[in-house]
């Protein structure tokens, strides 16, 4: 079994995270491509593991993935681009920017989003760089520090 998508049938949802809600059909479709390729992901890539075992809580993506217990919704106001994440309650909000953005953007957000749930704090750069280590960014950003805004990977993002 592998994370959950919100489309209103978390019964189980934290009265306190009154900012995630259902995603509605086309964004479901999305988000559930979304978790085909990073099933497929972790299959092929052991370099995105190994770098998810090094966070704070220590697991792997593939581990995260497969928690049912994690669950995707909307999130809505949020003080973020892309997303944002609750680790206490392994719950993780993507914005409606991110829904609208390509699907790699939002492929992109969901695997920072898991490096939060993983442990990561909201500042620093280690939640960014998994998408590094997961093969969406360029070794030149890496070297550089300047954004391709081809690849999802943004070596300036900071939290
Ligand atoms: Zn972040």
Redesign the pocket.
Known sequence: MAFQINIGDWKSKPSALTRLHSVKGGDYSKLRQCRWKLIKLCKESPACDAYFRSLPNGRTLTSLVNDSDVWVSLVEPCP?NY???FETHKAIGVTALALLSSREQLFGTLI??F??ING?G?SGHA??LALFACGMGSWKEFLTGIDDPDTPYDPT?D?
Do not use: L
């Open positions: 973020f997303g944002e994440s920072h989003e490096a939060h990561v909201s939640a960014e993002i939290g």
